[in-house]
């Protein structure tokens, strides 16, 4: 695939993921996000419900891997959905740190991936 193919099989990916999940009232917009940590992101949504996820070029220029980038797109859609859970729990007077709430959000996204990934790839 191209780079542009890639791009495109990725924001497809999110916005099935985004359907399935009943994520559907917000503005989501896409774009390049460089950070040379993260092969994507998804960025908190404003009180206008809109938001961006990101995709890193650089990892899509290599990787071939399918499977690995509509994984990348469900991991931004299940951030989406903590969100707010997020949000909340880093609140200022919050007793959990940033890292602590950032690593239970990945439990949690790293066991969906690993219990529903290879299933809800084939919903359409
Ligand atoms: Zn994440």
Redesign the pocket.
């Given at each position: 695939m191209t780079l542009k193919q890639k791009i495109n099989f990725f924001k497809s990916e999110a916005k099935r993921f985004i359907a399935i999940h009943g994520l559907i009232n917000y503005a989501v917009f896409f774009d390049s996000d460089e950070n040379p940590e993260?092969r994507a992101?998804?960025e908190m949504p404003d009180s206008n419900r809109q938001l961006t996820i990101g995709y890193n070029e650089t990892w899509l220029r290599q990787t071939d891997d399918c499977d690995e980038i509509s994984k990348t797109a469900y991991?931004?859609v299940?951030?989406l959905l903590l969100a707010k859970l997020r949000l909340m729990a880093s609140e200022k007077e919050s007793y959990y740190s940033n890292v602590m709430i950032?690593e239970e959000?990945?439990r949690i996204?790293r066991l969906l991936e690993n219990i529903y990934f290879d299933k809800i790839k084939k919903i359409s």
């Open positions: 993260c992101s998804c991991h931004e299940i951030e950032d959000i990945h996204i």
